[in-house]
């Protein structure tokens, strides 16, 4: 089954505990991005990757890192998380051309930072 | 900068009755627009896009869009709600011109289909 999955689906953690939220795709796709998303807010892009080895910034990426080091993967890294970092966190993958591809979503992380 | 505004948090619909879920947008140049639907505890799931041609769109589930290219408009419809159409609904916009990143979605509106 093509999917995206994301580990763990929820996470409770304290300031300054680094941690990772890991994402997979089985679907060769190029192009991989994360969101966060806030009530009122809807979905902000932290930081995305057009292929392996290539990442950028998206919207709100400061406190964020990541890297994709293969094509499947595109883990998420706080390394020092603070509390308004808690939101729900989506990974999202899509083929090219992706300008006009449509993005297959994972099911979403819930981190609380306390 | 682009901009996706869905002037409705919350949009209620008697079962079997029509429903519109609307969406407005600001980009530079001409669009690509994206509807997505998340169920409770879900992600995201692809409903329909404007890409090119015909203003009316298709999708999933019955769904449909037009595109109105003078009213800066894209409004999700459907002919007959079911209460299964109780969701969250995302209207998103990239512009043709753009890059691959810049895809804005709004704030999203929470479809009720009462039985």
């Known amino acids: 089954e093509a999917q995206v999955t994301q580990n763990p689906r929820y996470l409770i953690t304290v300031t300054g505990k680094k941690l990772t939220v890991t994402c997979s795709q089985n679907m060769n796709h190029e192009y991989m991005s994360w969101y966060r998303q806030d009530p009122g807010l809807g979905l902000r892009q932290i930081y995305y990757?057009?292929?392996?080895?290539?990442?950028d910034k998206g919207d709100v990426p400061e406190g964020y890192k990541v890297s994709r080091k293969e094509k499947r993967n595109f883990p998420l890294i706080l390394e020092s998380p603070s509390p308004n970092q808690t939101s729900l966190y989506f990974c999202?993958?899509?083929?090219?051309?992706?300008?006009?591809?449509?993005?297959?979503f994972g099911p979403g992380t819930r981190l609380t930072v306390l | 900068a682009q901009s996706v505004a869905q002037p409705e948090d919350q949009v209620n619909v008697a079962e079997g009755n029509p429903l519109t879920v609307k969406c407005t947008y600001s980009?530079?140049?001409?669009?690509?627009l994206f509807w997505y639907v998340q169920y409770p505890n879900r992600g995201l799931q692809f409903l329909l896009k404007y890409i090119t041609g015909d203003n009316l769109v298709k999708g999933s589930y019955g769904f449909e869009a037009e595109f109105n290219k003078s009213q800066t408009s894209f409004h999700l419809k459907k002919p007959s709600a079911l209460v299964s159409d109780s969701a969250l609904y995302f209207c998103?916009?990239?512009?043709?011109?753009?890059?691959?990143?810049?895809?804005?979605f709004g704030s999203g509106t929470q479809l009720t289909v009462l039985p």
């Open positions: 980009v530079s140049g001409n669009p690509y």
């Open positions: 999202a993958s899509s083929s090219a051309p992706t300008v006009y591809n449509e993005q297959f």
């Open positions: 998103a916009v990239r512009p043709i011109s753009g890059s691959a990143r810049q895809l804005t």
């Open positions: 990757s057009m292929n392996v080895e290539v990442t």
